[in-house]
C-alpha cells in the first residue's frame, strides 16, 4: 500500500523559512516522480515543485522559484520542499503526491493534479506575523 506522508508544516513569520518533508513507502516504481503542491482557501490545488526519481530534474511554479527548493533522499525515500523568504500568499496546506514517468519524461506538465496516483494528507504552512 502506497503511504506519503507529510511533516514540518507550522507557522512562521513573512520572510521566515520552513523544511517539509514528505516520506514515501509502499511503491515499486522503478521511475517515478513526486511533486509538492498546495491549496489555500478558496483556491483550488496548484502545483509547487516537482523532482523525478531518475536524474533528480526539478520544476517549480514561477511564484515560488528562487524561494523554494526540492531536494530527495533516495535511501530514506524522502522528498524534502525548502522553503525561504515565506511570504504570507504562501500559506496554504501543503500536499505530497507521487506519479509514474518513464526514463524519458522531460518534466512536461509536472503540475497536473490528475497524473499524480497517490496524495499525502496535507501538512498546514502559514505565514503570518
Known amino acids: 500500500q502506497v503511504q506519503l506522508v507529510e511533516s514540518g508544516g507550522g507557522l512562521v513569520q513573512p520572510g521566515g523559512s520552513l523544511r517539509l518533508s514528505c516520506a514515501a513507502s509502499g511503491f515499486t516504481l522503478d521511475y517515478y516522480a513526486i511533486g509538492w503542491f498546495r491549496q489555500a482557501p478558496g483556491k483550488e490545488r496548484e502545483g509547487v515543485s516537482c523532482?523525478?526519481?531518475?536524474?533528480?530534474?526539478?520544476y517549480y511554479a514561477d511564484s515560488v522559484k528562487g524561494r523554494f527548493t526540492i531536494s530527495r533522499n533516495n535511501a530514506k525515500n524522502t522528498v524534502y520542499l525548502q522553503m525561504n523568504s515565506l511570504k504570507p500568499e504562501d500559506t496554504a496546506v501543503y500536499y505530497c503526491?507521487?506519479?509514474?514517468?518513464?526514463?524519458?519524461?522531460?518534466?512536461?506538465?509536472?503540475?497536473?493534479?490528475?497524473?499524480?496516483?497517490?496524495w499525502g494528507q496535507g501538512t498546514q504552512v502559514t505565514v503570518s506575523s
Open positions: 503526491a507521487i506519479r509514474a514517468i518513464n526514463r524519458f519524461w522531460d518534466g512536461s506538465r509536472w503540475y497536473v493534479l490528475d497524473a499524480y496516483d497517490y
Open positions: 523532482i523525478s526519481s531518475s536524474v533528480g530534474s526539478t
